[in-house]
């Protein structure tokens, strides 16, 4: 049997492991797929495919609006050979972006426990053929175990949440495993990691928790976290907690500018409400170094 016969019996052995509804969910994916125009596939701004469907994302994709500034941020602080993690991955958007940054020399993790979300996560690292990618069913928390992930119906379908999300749509839940980032990087042996993106739709002070030694190593990764309050308002706690989180183990914490470039942003302030980047003193000089940050 030659290797790409191989490749194709994992693939189905793999298929054939997921839940009925999965399996049935994925086929339903190809099927439009197959049958759908050429014109329905657009380049990302990075050069990367996306294949539209009807959601809120993708219509911000489709005209060109989607987190220019946080895109262009990633664009210049990834290199080829690097390791990164997309925790919280929804669709893909990051992990396409970080897989073509990181090159065959580098890695991307990405974590999505939903999976509605995992089919077209799938079919956009096939689409863009990105061999450095590996997906994790799992979501990430403060303790391993399980919880019911809910799942927004309609075009909010990026805020999933294990816990009610604060949106005016029909929800319904899943059970999803969930593990600590470092039980995972434990398990998997995966070192340097140099970047993680974390939106997890106010699960960001629990994977942090859940990443208590990998906070105590050195060199650090650098953050790229959503820090909004409406987002943890569900989990009962303000997103200035994950900033004071952060500053007390010595990250300095940064907005970013529309060019993408980083503004110091004051740890003490009593609300957050934007993706904000957090860095580790030990990786300042270099960061400094690689981006133009703001005074």
């Known amino acids: 049997m030659d290797e790409s016969s191989l490749d194709v019996s994992v693939r189905i052995r793999r ?55 946080e895109t262009r941020f990633v664009e210049g602080i990834l290199r080829p050979g690097m390791t990164a993690l997309d925790v919280g991955a929804h669709h893909g958007y990051y992990t396409l972006l970080a897989s073509m940054l990181v090159g065959n020399r580098g890695r991307v993790i990405a974590f999505e426990p939903s999976p509605r979300e995992r089919i077209r996560l799938e079919g956009h690292i096939r689409l863009n053929r990105c061999e450095n990618v590996r997906i994790e069913e799992v979501a990430l928390g403060a303790f391993p175990g399980k919880a019911e992930l809910f799942l927004v119906e309609g075009t909010e379908d990026y805020c999933n949440s294990l816990r009610p999300p604060a949106v005016n749509a029909k929800t319904r839940r899943v059970r999803v495993n969930v593990t600590t980032l470092d039980d995972f990087l434990s398990s998997t042996g995966l070192e340097d990691v140099q970047f993680i993106k974390l939106d997890v739709e106010g699960a960001e002070l629990d994977v942090l928790k859940g990443a208590s030694n990998l906070l105590r190593q050195s060199p650090r990764p650098v953050f790229m976290v959503e820090v909004y309050d409406i987002r943890t308002q569900p989990w009962g706690y303000a997103a200035r907690d994950i900033v004071r989180f952060l500053a007390e183990r010595s990250f300095e914490w940064f907005s970013l500018e529309e060019s993408g470039n980083p503004r110091p942003v004051d740890s003490a302030s009593s609300s957050f409400d934007a993706n904000l980047v957090a860095v580790p003193a030990e990786r300042m000089f270099r960061f400094s170094e690689t981006v133009k940050i703001r005074s």
């Open 15 to 69: 298929f054939l492991t997921k839940p009925a509804k999965e399996r049935l969910g994925s086929v339903r994916y190809h099927f439009r797929a197959l049958f759908t125009r050429r014109s329905a596939t657009i380049r990302l701004p990075f050069g990367g495919k996306w294949a539209l469907e009807e959601s809120a994302l993708d219509a911000q994709l489709r005209s060109g609006a989607f987190e220019r500034a």
